[in-house]
């Protein structure tokens, strides 16, 4: 009986000692992303049977249990990666809305700035001046849709760079997670206890890597699986799979799956969270959308502006205009006809084509894959079941059976130059008689540009087309904005819930201190006592 | 009662400071700048308006640039034309005094007059512009050239063709080839269009054959030139009364000229009008699109400014709160 009085004031110490440790350990990891509190779970040891009696035999700490809920962890988990991908996406269309709305970047100033110059041209055909700044105004439209395309490019290429960034920290992480799998197994293979320091790492590294893509978690034998896309398979247990990006034709990255050996392919529809998420889902819908815009933009620009103006005399009252910009139509061969572009709403393709004209039908062939089409004047050009975005219109003179074109659309915006510098090369005089240089029908003309409503089948002019831009743009970045701030009252309400299970209090912990300090003291002195017990039977035999 | 942990508590007060200090930057730069727009996401529907009007007020300041630009070259003209008239009614004034049966000193006196009439009408009809353009030179504008053709110290020979200087020539040296006729237009308005300049060969001319070289002798700069050397000599009355029919129908051509100018700067005036008070709309409107209204703008960063310093102190009195100071 003596012995077992000592006994349980030692496992009082003892269940002391283990809340006091378990009390700092919670202390400790207060800052800790991931930790979930910890408490010892306690239950009153097997009592002793004797002389028909049972006799309590202290206390036993059954378990070290860390506090989390399931439930409120998917929440925040599944927000955060939400958030993740708002805030990648409202960082580029933020940035973009600034570029394309912006007066000193946009392209609007500009447009207003050619056309005025035009117009000033036309009041004064034979002035200096008026030309001088004509050709200044095509200079800068030229130089500012350079500038605009390559701020576009840069955006695409951030994506690029942004997304090989992800995929390498997505495999690292997916990487640790396979390595947890197994050291989780390993530890709780030797106790037969739940490891909690090391789920609440793994889990840790899953809410990080959720912050990169949407994962969907399997969670099998104290193995936890993860899947991306549709449900491809990241980590395997212990195995993880590596994501790898590769360039496409147009130069930007996707993603694929290395599944033992064979690269899967992830299209970009399928990943819809986290930063990749985000990624994909802003260059899909504003990116590439504002770069093949201004592209058209700047093709319909070139194109007819360049028509116009060769259809007009230079000031010496004879020789006919040239190019004003770098040729959209060029001419391949002897060929002395000229065709002309009409642009329909469909989204013109970055490509170039080559045109020939058979005396009834034009066949069109796209460079970069040889695929070609017979299309009538006027009929717009289709490829594989894919519209170009524009038509052929014959144009002055009339095509000749057997003549040829280069269409160079692509990289268009990139390559447009202002190709005039002698103020005498503006063709402001209209060819038909009676000319001269103090004509300016054509130029009133290329002024009429500006009211004119080419593109969109006739829907929309320049400056109409460019601000669809703008304002799509804009729309899509304000819903990120909000989408973001709407997300981040999600992920705080959700890690407010989740913290109300799992968080550690310093308060809370002071208390549990103070209660386990006493438990302690309390268990210390009943050992003291049971001692002194002991030199009371020990007093009578001396 | 929800359970709070510590980190949960400490950053309560975080996210309220950081919304109201992103709110007060923004304020600022709203007031400084005096644009509600700091960016096109900010309001994409008031974007899109924005960018329309703006695009519209950039044309329509074209327009009104045009229109300035194309009264005056009407005003200018009118003033040559109407000069020009007057000058061609003194000749009348002068040929209707004259008899071929005055004494030769009498008729040279009033060769000497009418010489002077010619002079006038002729540097009239060469007028230049501002930017040194010859008013009535049609599509061709070679300063080089005037366009009625003066050839020698004031006596012009007659049979010599009033038309271009043949001389003229393109800048890289080849003949340039005459073309008389031409007027500019300018344009007013979206589709509208004034003529600006007219070209005097359907007017100095008795015919108007546009494009081709009258036969010598058939405009009324010649035919003056022509008086005025034969007065001395032997002149009949029935040229006197031939020039003065040729002199009124040209009156009357320049008269039909000034009609016109008259008929153009009131539509001018007229597209001038609706450009203005469309400006102006447009203007305002871009301006309620655009600006911020600096009044409710600075109320709000006042209560902005008060609730951030709220959440300050809060947070400075609660946060040393804990149970670990008191053991």
Do not use: C
């Not at chain 1, 789920?199 to 840790?204: A, F, I, L, V, Y």
């Not at chain 1, 893509?213 to 993880?240: K, N």
């Not at chain 1, 002071?510 to 003291?528: K, T």
């Not at chain 2, 010619?118 to 040194?132: H, P």
Request: charged share 20%.
């Amino acid at each position: 009986m003596a012995s077992g009085i000592l006994g349980v004031a030692l496992s009082g110490l003892n269940a002391a000692q283990a809340g006091i440790r378990t009390t700092q350990h919670n202390i400790a990891n207060v800052n800790t992303p991931g930790y979930r509190r910890q408490e010892v779970g306690y239950a009153a040891q097997q009592p002793d049977l004797r002389t028909g009696m049972y006799y309590g035999s202290g206390v036993s700490v059954e378990a070290v249990r860390s506090l989390y809920s399931r439930f409120l962890d998917n929440e925040v988990a599944l927000n955060t990666s939400q958030l993740a991908r708002h805030q990648t996406y409202a960082g580029y269309a933020g940035q973009i809305d600034r570029l394309l709305g912006d007066a000193a970047t946009g392209l609007s100033t500009a447009l207003d700035g050619f056309f005025a110059a035009t117009n000033e041209v036309a009041n004064d055909p034979v002035g200096n001046a008026p030309r001088q700044a004509l050709l200044s105004a095509a200079a800068t439209l030229a130089h500012r849709v350079n500038t605009l395309d390559d701020r576009l490019r840069a955006q695409l290429d951030a994506t690029n760079r942004e997304l090989v960034d992800a995929v390498g920290q997505i495999n690292v992480l997916a990487e640790r997670i396979a390595a947890s799998n197994a050291d989780i197994a390993r530890a709780e293979a030797l106790s037969g206890r739940s490891a909690n320091d090391l789920r609440d790492r793994r889990d840790q590294l899953i809410a990080e890597l959720g912050q990169l893509v949407d994962v969907t978690r399997i969670e099998q034998d104290g193995d936890v699986s993860v899947f991306i896309g549709s449900g491809q398979p990241l980590v395997l247990g212990v195995v993880a799979n590596a994501l790898a990006t590769t360039l496409d034709a147009d130069g930007l990255r996707q993603l694929e799956l290395n599944v033992g050996g064979t690269l899967v392919s992830i299209g970009s529809g399928l990943i819809s969270g986290g930063r990749l998420g985000g990624l994909l889902a802003v260059r899909e819908q504003v990116v590439l959308p504002a770069f093949h815009d201004l592209n058209r933009i700047a093709v319909a620009i070139g194109a007819e502006v360049n028509r116009v103006h060769r259809a007009g005399l230079q000031l010496d009252g004879a020789t006919p205009g040239g190019d004003v910009f770098t040729g959209v139509v060029e001419r391949t061969g002897a060929t002395s006809g000229w065709i002309r572009l009409e642009f329909s709403a469909s989204a013109l393709p970055n490509r170039d084509y080559a045109v020939t004209y058979n005396g009834a039908d034009y066949t069109v062939t796209r460079l970069m894959d040889g695929a070609s089409v017979n299309v009538a004047a006027g009929a717009e050009v289709v490829l594989a079941g894919v519209a170009q975005g524009f038509r052929i219109q014959a144009g002055t003179p009339a095509p000749a059976v057997g003549e040829t074109w280069n269409l160079n659309l692509q990289d268009y915006a990139r390559t447009l130059r202002a190709l005039l510098d002698d103020t005498r090369a503006i063709a402001a005089a209209a060819a038909t008689p009676p000319t001269g240089p103090g004509d300016n029908r054509n130029a009133l003309a290329l002024a009429a540009l500006q009211q004119q409503r080419m593109l969109d089948d006739g829907g929309s002019g320049y400056a109409a087309a460019y601000n669809r831009i703008v304002a799509r743009t804009a729309a899509l970045a304000a819903q990120a904005d909000a989408g973001q701030s709407a997300l981040g009252t999600l992920v705080t309400a959700a890690t407010e819930a989740r913290q109300s299970v799992s968080g550690v209090n310093l308060d809370e912990e002071a208390v549990n201190l103070i209660r386990f300090q006493q438990a302690y003291q309390a268990s210390a002195r009943a050992m003291q006592i049971a001692a002194s017990l002991f030199d009371e039977v020990l007093g009578i035999v001396r | 009662m929800i359970r709070i942990d510590s980190l949960t508590y400490f950053n309560a007060g975080m996210a309220g400071m950081r919304g109201n200090q992103e709110a007060i930057a923004r304020l600022n730069q709203q007031i400084a700048s005096g644009e509600r727009l700091l960016a096109p996401k900010d309001d994409p529907i008031a974007t899109g308006k924005v960018m329309d009007l703006s695009n519209r007020i950039a044309q329509r300041t074209q327009y009104a640039a045009n229109q300035d630009r194309a009264e005056m070259a009407l005003k200018y003209q009118n003033v040559v034309i109407q000069g020009m008239s007057a000058a061609l009614q003194r000749a009348r004034g002068l040929l209707t005094s004259i008899d071929p049966d005055h004494a030769l000193h009498l008729r040279e006196a009033h060769a000497v007059q009418l010489r002077g009439v010619f002079n006038q009408v002729l540097d009239l009809a060469n007028t230049r512009d501002a930017a040194g353009n010859y008013l009535f030179g049609g599509f061709v504008s070679n300063p080089a050239a005037p366009p009625w053709a003066n050839a020698g110290d004031g006596g012009l020979a007659s049979g010599i063709p009033l038309v271009y200087d043949g001389a003229a020539t393109q800048y890289d040296g080849t003949p340039l080839t005459p073309a008389p006729g031409g007027t500019r237009e300018i344009e007013i308005d979206a589709g509208r269009r004034v003529q600006v300049s007219d070209h005097l060969d359907a007017v100095l001319r008795a015919s108007a054959g546009a494009g081709a070289t009258a036969p010598a002798g058939e405009d009324i700069l010649q035919k003056l030139d022509a008086m005025v050397h034969n007065l001395p000599g032997a002149v009949t009355q029935a040229d006197i009364s031939a020039l003065l029919v040729d002199i009124e129908q040209t009156v009357k051509r320049l008269e039909r000229i000034e009609h016109r100018i008259a008929g153009a700067l009131s539509e001018i005036a007229d597209a001038r009008a609706t450009n203005q008070a469309l400006l102006l709309q447009d203007r305002n409107a871009l301006g309620d699109l655009r600006r911020v209204d600096q009044a409710a703008a600075i109320v709000e960063l006042q209560s902005r400014q008060t609730v951030l310093e709220a959440a300050g102190r809060a947070y400075a009195r609660t946060a040393n709160l804990s149970l670990f100071n008191f053991l």
